[in-house]
């Protein structure tokens, strides 16, 4: 739909303009030919109109990685730069060997802080989601991640006393799900 503003700026040549297609689609001998060039002059108006947007955002490739801080960044150029500087020192040794020691420093706590970050991350990750998806231990259960002591070891009786093995906890089991028919409550399910 055309805007208002449109509407007013067309107004009187949407007239004009039909009144022309109309005379030229009447008094044309092609009409296949005057349908093209239609499309062809709406096709281009279009592109004049309209604005067009070819440029597409980049897709951004990389997993998020929540662990990562703008200070590893810059620790990870200053490491960078130890690195070239040990590499292009060829003539000085005492001078190399030094900037080693600096290169392997900062690599050393470069690559422990990162490690001590992502450990951290884990931990609040565990914990968030314990705390917000109650489901996690039953799928773990389903799943038999976890190894659970689930086995029943004993019942209390009917008469009060516990059972002593599991043949015997199985059986106060049964006897009480499975309890034994008798004539008379089955006298309803004769025919």
């Known amino acids: 739909m055309w805007k208002t503003a449109n509407n007013k ?12 297609l109309s005379t030229l689609i009447t008094t044309g001998n092609d009409l296949e030919q005057q349908v093209d060039l239609f ?4 096709q281009s108006a279009c592109w004049r109109t309209f604005q067009n947007t070819t440029t597409r955002k980049k897709k951004n490739n990389t997993k998020s990685v929540p662990w990562w801080m703008d200070s590893f960044t810059l620790i990870q ?18 001078l190399r060997e030094s900037r080693k020691q600096k290169y392997i420093e900062a690599t050393s706590k470069y690559q422990a802080g990162i490690k001590k970050k992502k450990l951290n991350s884990w931990k609040e990750y565990c914990n ?9 231990q039953v799928y773990k259960l389903a799943s038999r991640k976890i190894q659970a002591n689930s086995t029943m070891t004993t019942l209390p009786k009917p008469d009060g006393s516990e059972t002593t093995n599991i043949q015997e906890t199985m ?3 049964l006897d009480y799900l499975f ?10 399910q004769k025919n």
């Open 128 to 136: 968030v989601t314990a705390s917000t998806n109650p489901w996690s």
């Open 171 to 173: 059986e106060v089991m």
């Open 9 to 20: 700026h067309f107004e009187g040549r949407i007239e004009e303009l039909d009144k022309h």
């Open 39 to 42: 499309s062809e002059v709406v």
């Open 179 to 188: 309890k034994e028919d008798s004539e008379e409550e089955n006298s309803h």
């Open 77 to 94: 150029k200053q490491v960078s730069v130890c690195r070239r500087l040990y590499q292009r020192t060829r003539n000085d040794e005492k």
